[in-house]
């Protein structure tokens, strides 16, 4: 599918408006093939609306998005660009995970269902093959003994962790959080991000919007700070962090450390 | 009891209940109006009892109560088919199917069932033949007599079904909104098409807000079809008025159909309170939270990590 130096995702000059508010004002942006990268900022920068770009949730006005090689959301035929039909853009996003900062987990199936369903339903895998590495991942984020709980039944915490894994059942190349903590009280925190640091450390390609700085800091590759639409700094999250050569953002760091 | 309190002593609640001579004054008033109203009915000789009784299994009772069952049966099952229809295509983004959609609630709900089921019955006076064929004037492949082909009874079953999908509809559409964006979202970004979407997420959860509008539908529609009497639909009621067209017994036999109205009734509210708890499904109510978070489970585990990163 894609080149081996290509970056898994590449944005180029996005732009995007909510009516006559404009919320990306050209990003540029390259997420490499196993790195993380982490996007900061202040609410209202424009960092959950760019996320949501990545995976089409979101339309753009102008730019371009490529993940894993493909342009996301359009074929260019002739010179021109066609829009994709729903189900080619539906086959774009299987590839591509989504953990949302509030769940969003179904809430009339249990935790191993809501694991089994992408795979069952979009991808045709046998019920008992998706049970059995619904499992797995349920294992793997620690809740093998809460498999048949339903969500109301689970603390934010569990709830989070079973969504990280449906998204994981779908075997992405690439997986998007948008804010996956800050929903959380703060003692369920860190075991989410746990699930997260062991999921970087399998070279999963991650863009993850957040307020958490020691995680940008410990498992970051790059650090991306977002404000007003714009990236205004990036970097090693370490130096960035330490040495920050914008006003805004040392700003922006003083009120969240 | 001691006045000092030893820890790991029990001290139960005994107390008294307050006496509340108003309400001891009310239950009594109300029961003895139960027991004269019941004294009334029964020692009535104008009731007839006796042909009450006697007419309850009648069989041309029990087949009016059958088709009285598959009226409300089917016409809730179409109503439904179409309402679901009628709702998906109100959530469009064509303005065409939108507007579509719109014209047919708009127009069944405001118009009286009583003059659609009249119309049905007499669609022959406006379009004497059904064909299938081409539109707008074309060859027919075939043809039907209209009065052939609607009864009483079909005549009956569009009249309910139409009218009942336009009411279905709404009902259907409040609750797909009630259903959180975020689900549909999520269901997405898992690369569902629309079409799996609503049906394996968003629907299911909808049922939770549509099922109990539907069940007081149902049972509204139980009673509606004896509105099908002003076209003798061979119901419960056309055929309890056929019978007292012949013997005079006018109550008696209304009383006879209201029993099996009333049996049916109860069934049916039976039924949607267990259908209810069917969709009740992972949500859980404030007790049983509290419950949870209070079990002696772990509720918070050891984070997964394995290895210190």
Redesign the interface.
């Known amino acids: 599918m894609s080149a081996p130096d290509q970056p898994m995702v590449r944005i180029r000059s996005v732009r995007k408006r909510f009516g006559s508010l404009e919320v990306l004002k050209g990003i540029d942006l390259d997420v490499p093939a196993g790195e993380v990268v982490c996007v900061v900022g202040p609410s209202g920068s424009g960092k959950s609306t760019l996320l949501r770009c990545v ?1 089409r ?1 979101e339309s753009i006005d102008s730019g371009r998005i490529w993940v894993n090689g493909e342009l996301m959301g359009y074929a260019e035929r002739g010179g021109r660009l066609h829009a994709l039909r ?2 080619e853009l ?2 774009q ?2 590839g ?3 953990v ?1 900062q ?1 769940f ?7 935790a191993i269902e809501n694991v089994m ?2 795979p069952v ?2 991808l045709g895998t046998p019920a008992a093959q998706a049970r059995r590495q619904a499992e797995e991942l349920l294992e ?4 093998a003994d809460r498999a048949h709980h ?4 689970l ?1 934010g ?1 569990q709830q989070q ?1 079973v ?1 990280i894994a ?2 994981l059942a ?1 075997r992405p190349s690439l997986m998007l959080f948008d804010e996956p903590t800050s929903a959380l009280d703060p ?2 925190v ?2 989410v991000l ?2 997260m ?2 999921l970087a ?1 399998t070279g999963m390609t991650m863009m993850v919007v957040t307020h958490e700085m020691n995680f940008a800091r ?2 970051g590759d790059q650090l991306v700070f977002m404000d007003d639409g714009v990236v205004v700094e990036r970097g090693d999250p370490r130096e960035v962090l330490a040495a920050p050569r914008h006003e805004r953002l040392r700003a922006f760091l003083g009120q969240v450390q | 009891m001691t006045p000092e309190r030893a820890a790991g002593v029990e001290l139960p609640i005994e107390a008294v209940r307050p006496v509340r001579p108003g309400r001891w004054l009310g239950a009594a008033v109300a029961l003895l109006f139960l027991v004269w109203l019941a004294y009334t009915i029964i020692v009535n000789e104008n009731l007839h009892w006796d042909v009450i009784v006697a007419y309850l299994a009648d069989g041309r009772i029990l087949g009016g109560l059958w088709v009285t069952i598959q009226l409300t049966v089917l016409s809730m099952a179409i109503g439904l088919a179409l309402g679901v229809l009628a709702a998906v295509m109100q959530l469009s983004d064509n303005p065409v199917l939108r507007g579509t959609s719109a014209l047919y609630t708009w127009f069944f709900r405001g118009t009286p069932l009583l003059v659609q089921l009249i119309f049905w019955f007499n669609i022959g006076l406006v379009f004497p033949t059904f064909a299938v064929g081409l539109p707008f004037g074309g060859p027919k492949l075939i043809e039907w007599q209209a009065n052939a082909v609607i009864t009483p009874f079909t005549a009956a079953l569009l009249g309910l079904a139409i009218n009942e999908g336009a009411y279905m509809a709404e009902i259907v559409r409040a609750g797909i909104r009630s259903v959180d964006p975020g689900q549909r979202e999520a269901a997405e970004s898992l690369g569902m098409s629309h079409r799996q979407v609503l049906r394996r997420v968003v629907l299911p959860q909808a049922m939770r807000v549509i099922i109990p509008p539907t069940g007081n539908q149902f049972i509204s529609m139980l009673k509606t079809t004896s509105m099908v009497s002003v076209i003798a639909g061979a119901e419960l009621l056309t055929v309890a008025q056929r019978i007292y067209l012949g013997n005079f017994e006018v109550i008696a036999m209304l009383m006879v159909a209201s029993i099996w109205y009333l049996v049916l009734t109860t069934i049916a509210s039976v039924g949607q309170h267990f259908v209810e708890k069917r969709f009740e499904r992972g949500h859980v109510r404030l007790s049983s939270r509290v419950r949870r978070n209070l079990s002696p489970l772990p509720a918070k585990e050891p984070p997964p990590s394995k290895e210190p990163s």
Do not use: K
């Open positions: 995976n949730l729903p189900h539906s086959r996003r299987r591509i995970g989504m949302f509030r969003h987990l179904f809430p009339h199936r249990t369903e992408g339903t979009v793997r984020v620690g809740l339903y969500p109301s039944q603390s915490g962790r969504a449906r998204s779908m003692e369920l860190q075991e746990a699930v640091r062991d450390a410990e498992v």
